[in-house]
């Protein structure tokens, strides 16, 4: 193993038990080292995301072998390389895909899910690329099967997710439809590519769907609601229609009329990313680099950051992603 000289101690996220943002203690522990085909990396961003909150309130246990500090995906520089990874990589600015640990100063990774940091992009943009672009682009490409000519339906926007999930989409010649609870996130929704928004607090989404659509009803839904949506989703979906659900911010739990997924041939189907093993999100990654990566090198694509908090104000920032006022991602800029 070759390691930089490095502190032995460092900052990190810790909760303090299951509940709210007020869980959220910063506490001083050692610096963890790269085990074979790892690396070690000096965090300078790492991003915010829902299940982040959802592990907080004790709904999501990190996977067994992960630790239980929180953040999926971070950015940095490699300073020390386990077993089995090229020497040469050390100094090398990265964004990588975790399975636990990115709310600290340093972070392990698998090197496999380490990703170059596009050209047009700071490091801290680069941060909250790793567990947004993975989860869109294998759900909505892969399970979704979204090919050009198609239309979709993209639920929460104006969310990390969905900005950048209305943007691959746009970019893959797609119809693009968009949810959000405002006006404001509306436009926000318009400005990066989505063909139209509906407010879902103003105007009901199904309707608006049979009627932009003059009632085929579209090719893909991504959905992260779940509950209440699951059906109103069925019945928006075109013959041979494919409904994608990453999330249940609504409950995992609806009574279903399922009759439509026999007459219209639906799909249903859905997944998470944290649990699989590093060889099936190696596959991932590598889609990524191939398609995806030449977009964000090219700026045709972009990730949208709404606001950025040091690490010490970590608590501060699950409020912001409770409040869901937020466009785009919520950043950790995060200082050694």
Not at 220 to 235: E, F, T
Request: with cysteine; proline share 7%; glycine share 12%.
């Amino acid at each position: 193993m070759k390691i930089m000289a490095l502190p032995q101690t460092m900052k990190q996220v810790r909760f303090s038990g299951p509940g709210g943002p007020e869980v959220i203690e910063i506490e001083t522990a050692p610096v963890p080292q790269p085990g074979p085909g790892q690396v070690l990396i000096a965090v300078a961003a790492a991003g915010i995301n829902r299940p982040d909150c959802l592990q907080r309130a004790g709904g999501y246990p990190p996977p067994p072998g992960a630790t239980a500090i929180p953040g999926l995906e971070v950015s940095g520089h490699i300073v020390a390389v386990g077993t089995g990874v090229a020497e040469s990589r050390v100094g090398e600015a990265v964004c990588a895909l975790l399975i636990s640990g990115g709310y600290a100063q340093y972070a392990v990774a698998e090197e496999p899910l380490c990703m170059p940091v596009p050209k047009p992009l700071s490091l801290l943009e680069a941060g909250g690329l790793p567990e947004t672009y993975f989860t869109v682009h294998d759900n909505v490409f892969t399970r979704g099967r979204l090919t050009t000519g198609e239309t979709i339906l993209i639920h929460g926007g104006s969310s990390g997710i969905g900005s950048t999930a209305i943007q691959l989409a746009k970019n893959a010649g797609a119809t693009v439809y968009a949810t959000a609870g405002s006006p404001e996130k509306c436009e926000f929704c318009r400005s990066l590519g989505a063909d139209e928004a509906i407010d879902y607090r103003a105007r009901d989404f199904g309707a608006e769907v049979k009627r932009l659509t003059e009632g085929r009803g579209v090719d893909v839904i991504l959905d992260m609601v779940g509950g209440p949506y699951i059906q109103r989703n069925l019945a928006a979906l075109a013959v041979e229609g494919r409904l994608v659900q990453i999330a249940f911010l609504q409950g995992s739990k609806a009574e279903l009329d399922l009759t439509p997924l026999m007459i219209r041939r639906l799909t249903l189907t859905g997944s998470t990313l944290r649990p699989r093993s590093v060889a099936l999100k190696a596959e991932i990654a590598a889609h990524l680099r191939r398609d995806v990566w030449p977009l964000l090198e090219a700026g045709t694509v972009k990730p949208i950051i709404h606001a950025t908090f040091p690490l010490d104000e970590a608590r501060q920032a699950h409020e912001l992603m409770e409040t869901s006022a937020h466009l785009g991602k919520i950043m950790l800029e995060i200082a050694i």
